[in-house]
Structures are given as C-alpha cells and as structure tokens.
C-alpha cells in the first residue's frame, strides 16, 4: 500500500515557477514508475511527465524544455519542477504510482496572466 501527498502548488504569475513535491509514504526505492498528471476545469486528465525506476524520463509536447520530473528514493519523493509557467498550466496537479491505483489528492497550480 502507498499513499501519495503532493504539496507545492499555489497561485504564481506567468513566467513564474513552482516547485511540486510527492511524498510516499511507503518505499517507493526503485520499484515504481511515478507519474504526475493535471486536470483543468472541464478537460480530462492528461499526463504531463513520467519517472522511471531507472531515472528516464518523458514529458508531454506542452511542458518541453519547462518542466523536469525527479525523485530521491533516499526521501520516498517526487517533484516536479515548473519554469515560464504560462496561463494554460493551470490545473490540479497529481501524483501517480504509474499503471496502479495509487494517487495523491492533488495541488492546485494558478497562474495568472
């Protein structure tokens, strides 16, 4: 069993950034993919960027080059880390065993243009 916390989010400017945290509270180590995701107001969830147990990483066309995806297993964490951030991230953000049942209950991100 894993339960997820994300924390980080809050209310930023555009071209601002933001730095999202996942806490597990099991040993995520190596064993898992981890995944964060968001959901704007009335659009489905979408997959922004996925961590894998070796430390490759993937990200969606619209976070390129803004977004990075990390995690220290020594912490059980993982982050996300949002630079230029623009009016359209604005979503929940949420954390994800990747292919499990596990997620966190989300961080609202905000940014203002």
């Known amino acids: 069993q894993v339960q997820l916390v994300e924390s980080g989010g809050g209310l930023v400017q555009a071209g601002g950034s933001l730095r999202l945290s996942c806490a597990a509270s099991?040993?995520?180590?190596?064993?898992?993919?981890m995944g964060w995701y968001r959901q704007a107001p009335g659009k489905q969830r979408e997959l922004v960027a996925t961590?894998?147990?070796?430390?490759?990483?993937n990200y969606a066309d619209s976070v390129k080059g803004r977004f990075t995806i990390s995690r220290d297993n020594t912490k059980n964490t993982v982050y996300l880390q949002m630079n230029s951030l623009k009016p359209e991230d604005t979503a929940v953000y949420y954390c994800?065993?990747?292919?499990?049942?596990?997620w966190g209950q989300g961080t609202q991100v905000t940014v203002s243009s």
């Open positions: 994800t065993v990747l292919g499990s049942l596990f």
């Open positions: 099991g040993r995520i180590g190596t064993i898992y993919a």
């Open positions: 961590v894998s147990t070796s430390g490759s990483t």
